[in-house]
């Protein structure tokens, strides 16, 4: 894995900054002979998209995918795939004012003080434009994956949680938040809105639960499927924290409470099953690898650092200044914060899947 | 990264299993004439190492280090450090039973459905011993990066948590728990002997600051320094979650509350300082780059899968069994993974630092 | 390394098909701080550019580059940088007969049996054209080593070779060929068009130094910097050998012919000066590592396999078919592969420029 | 591929210095259930073993390789395989007079002018020893390609080479100089002999074919079959050149000539069979990709650049001096270069099996 790359047989690099031209992946090492044009990618990124409800920031993109390479006739080649999403509405004047000063929370000075420039229109490469692109690859992974099914859905808002007996999935695309609990959505809703016109942001969290993993993805001891999760929704913008199955709370758990017990499973067509567990502690990963149970992840997104209250900062050149964000940005940055945590769970899959293939046939 | 290797540029592959005749590390990238030998890697190997109180695993091993190549005259020749630590102590009789038994929580099923095989020796390679390893390379790792001060403590056992007002760094060395705070040290001696006494075990959580960090170090997108720590702890035996700064609490944090303000900073000899931040809500990373800050870090760990109690399990013919590890376990596996997170840290700084100066000069 | 991305810290990964809307590559982990802007990079492109001359392909392409992200306000921001060649002038019906024909010495076979696929329209992701991509990345890696100087020139065509007594380097971009000696192009001048009026093809031998490379760059034992370029020139289309220094003729040295004997240098500024070295046999690279001296390697191009001449062969069918193809080709394409070398020259050196950085400081 | 690393999906990383106290391999990636012990890597150890003739150093060294993981009950578990050998016959005192002085032609002055310090007893980590890591490693890999056939010998000593009419592959093993024309051999005692008690030595040059690779491995553009062959080659010791096919002999044939023309084959079990080719130019791989006919490769090796004969050089104090290298060295290294250039043809084929396994199914 280079900076800008991620995964290790299925791979892809992201490029392009906030106010640039455009932006874009590609995607390397797609088993060819997929079915795949841009229809398949757009719904992806619709979801993620900006500005479709006022919980989320009001910049106006498309984000109208492009496919440049890899496919041929309607296919895959097993040529590097290229995506190109242009930027149609960028505001970058917004963004005089902070072209100096370091707003707090945010990448701005350490971004300049690693590389001595930055690209501060709309926060450059550190931008959560940048999932976009994610987005688009991801949409290509789960053609490598089509026995896996992938849902994420945010769990929690400014410390308000979903009641998990009232979980529906079905709900989930019916409301802004992508949320699974009609109450709590509702909830939410006088929340966002509030923080919003406060001038403020809140923090969210996005649970994602993968079906139909197979057992033995995954690769000991650095390639472990859970740690390669970690390091994806780790990279994803904003967030802080990742859990797999019961993650904290199983460390106040006892070895007996923890302990996933198994019981002989369904014979299947070709003989003996797999085991059937009696619970999911793990989250379907124990020593790296999949056991077949669903794969369970959890991330923490702090609340957005661009907001409208003042904050102390600095500026480039050593000054104190008080820093006020404006320009357009989501209240609360974790719900588009769900399809890239789908997306990326999908890009850790495929490559796992391919690279089990590799050394297991 | 490879299957068994971590890192980028400083990066170390790791060989073993827990009943073999060895294990090992070799560290690749290294700089030069850095002085080394094994008197330089020992103490870290004996802060991890088994049978030292009642509190972890009564397997007997030395742990002793051998270098095998790389450095010459006691230095550092910039050539791949071959480290070797031999077993001594196993009593491969003791898993005569679990031949066959997957142990609930333990990666024997996920093993035999990747690999069709396992050694299932102590865990094979899927033991905690394999970690003995990480510590010796992250011994060197620590030469590379002087101006950094990592300390990982124990902050939490089945659920009872230090008092942050009881934080004391220089306890943290004299109680068996790598604990900073004497009356935890206290309740957990009751706690985890309790543990013990009833074949059963308890999980735990590692707190891990590095002060000295420079700004500057990490990379985006894909190679995020809190990216690559978090893969780096998700990849340790029996953990479950991650935290960089304030983690999940971040999630339930306004934007005012969350930004870490900033001022200007002592103007240091070259002229205008670093600044001087309010907060550490971030944990010393934003944009996956350092800010100068203390890089902040937390991980689960679940509790020892190996318990005395008897579980429901299958075994490799697909029957209903019980299964009751017998052998010499850890009644609390976080305890030791104290040092493990103290090397890790260090590992992924290393590379960070060497990776940051290959682009950044 | 993965499949379409080369390098180890500046790595640049390419995509795109010969008939597709475009080709390009994303550059990674370029040092910030470089001027570049597009005209940084056309004057390259302009000599690997088709239709120049009548001993090239008459593909009209005006190859321009786009620069899509990584630079701000004409600098490189340290982030990825992502460079666009829009495709003017494919002719794709060209191609209707070869759709199911498998080209003689072209990889349409290999291609189909491993893909079960193939974009057949002027030899798609396998076209020389992809080189483009590579040349645009070259010109960049250049920014990165401005210590070094490279020069790629024709040393021979169909077997016949420039008289080294007549070299002159200024004369290589006055001529058609990249060819460094006044007599041997006008001997090229009818051969090549020998060849093109019989339906025929010529191979090329190139040859390429690097001046101003300083002792020390290159890692043994798997990234020697003899081993990187060879694998950096054997992936150029059409190639089939590499020869670093005197290559093949110093196997036909003895011990004491080839050794490259020393002398103390002129002393520097800061004292003691690099050695006199009295020959280059070496070419520059001794265990992998450069010497100071110019790295010198040689690189044979077979001929082009799209010839007019109708040659034996099979289909997708698995029929017996004689096969000619028509289509714009180039009648030596040995020709344009001398700027080629030159980018992958600077590449492989800007590469191990900062791993050399990265490891030694 | 990281500096002391080779390889994508089977990977495998070396360590040790000449006279240190043991070399080694740890090869990663490999697939289970694989039948191994020492006994099927000892005879190909044995076959590059030095001190088996006068024509090749006397230095004594039983090359014995131990297993210290990744086997269980005789068979490989998918973990990684550690391969150490020690060694036995190190007399670092030969080399008290060259701790100061650079042998010409040797990587003594390119290490110090890295690194700032070198081994430099015996080459340190720059000799020729390591190749027996290669060559164990390459063991392992021939059991992941049982396909494959694969057959290395010298073809050409001092410019002397053999008559392909001659070519008779049963004398290969029966001969000191891996010779498969007898009549050479014969001539190359008295060439070799000539050239060591002149205290002088030859060049060679080493020809490899494998057969049995299927069409379809390899991947495009920078995962070449050719390409990674030419790095693995030319990564060896003392080698100036690498060949794929004809090599430059293909850059003096026309296109008609060149192109491997291709008819259909005799159909198989399964319907259609593979085309036959008239011919093997390309040596088996073309736009990288391998087509089914016999992969073949040349490499040339440089005459050993230890010598008796006196040569002029500086010391590592900047003074000129005279180096006459004592110790025991080949008189031609490129002799025991065959069995080397073997295992890393082993090593590049096994893991593009499993790449393409990865990508294609």
């Given at each position: 894995m280079s900076m800008n790359t991620f995964g290790r047989v299925f791979r892809f690099t992201t490029w392009g900054e906030s106010h640039g031209p455009a932006l874009g992946a590609v995607v390397d090492g797609c088993p060819p002979l997929l079915e795949l044009n841009e229809a398949a990618i757009q719904p992806f990124l619709d979801a993620r998209r900006p500005g479709t409800s006022r919980f989320t920031t009001q910049r106006q993109e498309p984000d109208q995918v492009k496919i440049l390479s890899g496919v041929f006739e309607g296919k895959t080649t097993g040529t590097p795939i290229s995506l190109m999403i242009e930027n149609t509405d960028q505001r970058s004047k917004d963004y005089g004012e902070i072209a100096k000063a370091y707003r707090p929370g945010h990448a701005d000075y350490a971004y300049d003080a690693k590389?001595?420039?930055?690209?501060?229109r709309g926060g450059g490469r550190s931008s959560a434009r940048e999932t976009a692109a994610r987005v688009a690859a991801g949409a290509i992974a789960r053609l490598v994956i089509p026995e896996v099914t992938i849902t994420a859905y945010v769990s929690e808002i400014g410390g308000d949680a979903i009641d998990r007996d009232n979980l529906d999935y079905t709900f989930i695309d019916q409301n802004p938040f992508f949320c699974p609990d009609r109450l709590a959505a509702e909830r939410w809703e006088r929340l966002v809105d509030e923080a919003r016109k406060n001038g403020s942001s809140l923090g969210a969290v996005v649970e994602c639960v993968a079906s139909g993993v197979p057992a033995g993805w995954g690769a000991p001891i650095y390639a472990k499927l859970d740690a390669d999760l970690a390091a994806a929704m780790m990279g994803i913008n904003a967030t802080k924290a990742v859990e797999i199955g019961?993650?904290?709370a199983a460390a106040r758990l006892t070895g007996e409470q923890n302990a996933d017990e198994m019981r002989p499973g369904e014979p299947g067509p070709e003989g003996r099953g797999a085991p059937e567990f009696l619970a999911n502690h793990a989250g379907g990963i124990v020593g790296g690898i999949s056991t077949g149970q669903p794969v369970v992840c959890r991330v923490a997104f702090k609340p957005t650092s661009s907001i409208l209250t003042p904050r102390k900062s600095i500026n480039s050149d050593g000054e104190a200044v008080d820093v006020r964000t404006k320009g357009r940005h989501d209240p609360c940055v974790g719900i588009r914060g769900a399809p890239v945590v789908e997306a990326m769970m999908a890009l850790v899959l495929a490559d796992h899947k391919l690279l089990h293939r590799a050394q297991c046939g």
């Open positions: 590389y001595g420039i930055r690209d501060y019961d993650g904290f």
